[in-house]
């Protein structure tokens, strides 16, 4: 796999290795290299652009939940899907979700917004696009990385026993990538204060989620700590 992209768990190669070779990942390449010759910034920092794919394995996916594109504000993104650095104040819709964790499975609310502990346990923190520059939400999503993660999609799907959530009516189109039947599909409105109130709060998807990992003898999520 390209240098760029060492980071990745190798697990992931035999799914992967060939859209390295793509035009589009190419042309990706070249201008994430352009933007680091020009001091552009972009985040998450390049080291982090595959977290999800570093801190878990195809091997160890479970669970995947799918964001956007990461957070754009300074010190917020660091390559996972709604996860923030440590230290950082925990935005809107993970502080919904946290608070929907909470009411789903009658527990305190968890503080930390870092979900590193979630991606080592299998949960697959996925953002459909990779990378953005700052204070500029969706600015790089005509780079073609929907096309790598569209890919992702597709191979853990290939897995059985694997839960999808799908949160807002962007990840809710990632459904038609879907086709194996012995996996669980969770949809509910996304967790921003725009939308959680219509259907997110009270989803339950969390408590659902362990439900149907125990029942296919899979370990469940520590959703808390």
């Known amino acids: 796999m390209s240098d ?18 793509k035009d589009y990942m190419k042309k990706i390449k070249a201008f994430l290299v352009d933007c680091s010759k020009n001091n552009r910034v972009i985040y998450p920092h390049p080291k982090d652009i595959f977290k999800s794919l570093e801190l878990t394995s195809f091997n160890n996916v479970k669970v995947v ?10 010190n917020q993104a660091h390559g996972l899907a709604f996860s923030v650095q440590k230290n950082v104040p925990n935005p809107p819709s993970l502080k919904n979700i946290f608070k929907e964790i909470s009411e789903d499975l009658k527990t305190e609310m ?18 459909t696009c990779l990378s953005v520059f700052p204070g500029s939400p969706g600015s790089h999503s005509d780079l073609g990385w929907q096309e790598f993660t569209d890919a992702v999609i597709r191979a853990v799907d290939t897995k059985d026993g694997i839960v999808f959530l799908l949160w807002g009516s962007y990840a809710r189109k990632k459904k038609e990538l879907l086709s194996n039947n ?6 509910a409105p996304h967790p921003s204060p725009l939308s959680a109130h ?9 408590s ?3 439900n149907f990992l125990r029942k296919h003898k899979i370990n469940d999520i520590d959703w808390i700590s």
């Open 4 to 21: 760029l992209f060492k980071g990745v768990d190798i697990s992931w190669k035999p799914f992967l290795e060939g859209e390295f070779q």
């Open 65 to 74: 939940i799918l964001g956007q594109d990461p957070y754009h504000g300074p």
């Open 110 to 127: 968890r503080s930390q917004g870092d979900l590193s502990n979630w991606a080592h346990q299998g949960v697959l923190l996925l953002n």
């Open 182 to 187: 012995k996996n669980l599909i969770l949809e």
């Open 198 to 206: 219509r259907g997110f709060f009270g989803c339950k998807h969390f």
């Open 208 to 210: 659902k989620t362990n």
